[in-house]
């Protein structure tokens, strides 16, 4: 996502619209709410300073302690692994795709029974 450090937004690297991260309280929003991609840009949380700044692609969701969801994000260059919370301004569906994403395509066959 490119930042204009003069406006509340970016454009996201991917889909290219434009989003505000000052929507539903939160000024650190760093990923799209519709196609849920993400820039990698932060060394360490918040700080903004990774050189790589290659998108990142949404590969699957976390579900943390008390329930709260986050976006686990590769990046397409470096291969890190980042993970951020969801929005209230996330789109829903997206987000339960990338959630059902591992069920709709499973490593193994599940309707063969294991031998025992």
């Given amino acids: ?3 204009d450090h003069r ?14 991260d000052a929507r ?4 650190h929003r760093n990923h799209c709410p519709r196609c849920l991609w993400s820039r ?10 990774s050189a790589c700044r290659a998108p990142m692609r949404p ?8 329930g709260e969801w986050a976006i686990i ?4 260059s470096c ?8 929005a209230g301004d996330d789109h829903e569906l997206s987000l339960l795709a990338l959630a059902l994403r591992p069920l709709s395509n499973p490593a ?4 063969v029974i294991a031998p025992g």
Wanted: glycine content about 12%; aromatic content about 6%; hydrophobic content about 35%.
């Fill in 1 to 3: 996502m490119s930042r």
């Fill in 40 to 49: 990698h840009l932060d060394e360490s949380p918040g700080d903004r300073l």
């Fill in 108 to 111: 193994f066959p599940l309707d």
């Fill in 73 to 76: 994000h590769r990046c397409t």
């Fill in 7 to 20: 406006s509340a937004g970016f454009t996201c690297i991917n889909c290219r619209g434009a989003v505000s």
């Fill in 59 to 66: 590969v699957g969701i976390e579900v943390r302690d008390g």
């Fill in 79 to 86: 291969g890190a692994l980042r993970a951020n919370r969801i």
């Fill in 24 to 27: 539903f309280g939160t000024r």
